[in-house]
């Protein structure tokens, strides 16, 4: 059974920090992009960050650049998005997602096909 999970959420205070993690079952991260996305109710959903698992590339939102950092550790199959100085408007479910890729593909929603279930981040003020 293919899927991803992303796990990791919850309540912190404005200027603090989550990991968020994002599992894969059923098929290994080598060879995809992986990406991260937001979504407020009522809004669009955000490409947020993404990394390419063959090289490592990144791509960042300058709404998180220098405030998120994604890494990829091959020997759980995990990608991880670690988030610091959180802003209430960081606030909303976040996914992960992936697309199956010959380099980095960028955060946009359009490209990535295989979707796992969010998990909620909310900031505090």
């Known amino acids: 059974d293919v899927q991803l999970q992303a796990s990791g959420g919850g309540l912190v205070q404005r200027g603090g920090s989550l990991r968020l993690s994002c599992a894969a079952s059923?098929?290994?991260?080598?060879?995809?992009?992986i990406g991260w996305f937001r979504q407020v109710p009522g809004k669009a959903r955000e490409g947020v960050s993404s990394?390419?698992?063959?090289?490592?590339?990144?791509y960042y939102s300058d709404s998180v650049k220098g405030r998120f950092i994604i890494s990829y550790d091959n020997t759980i199959n995990t990608v991880y998005l670690q988030m610091n100085s959180l802003k209430p408007g960081d606030t909303a479910v976040y996914h992960c997602?992936?697309?199956?890729?010959?380099?980095?593909?960028?955060?946009?929603?359009?490209?990535?096909?295989?979707w796992g279930q969010g998990t909620l981040v909310t900031v505090s003020s």
């Open positions: 997602a992936t697309r199956k890729a010959a380099s980095l593909v960028v955060a946009e929603e359009v490209w990535y096909d295989r």
């Open positions: 990394i390419y698992s063959v090289d490592g590339s990144t």
């Open positions: 059923g098929f290994t991260f080598a060879g995809y992009s």
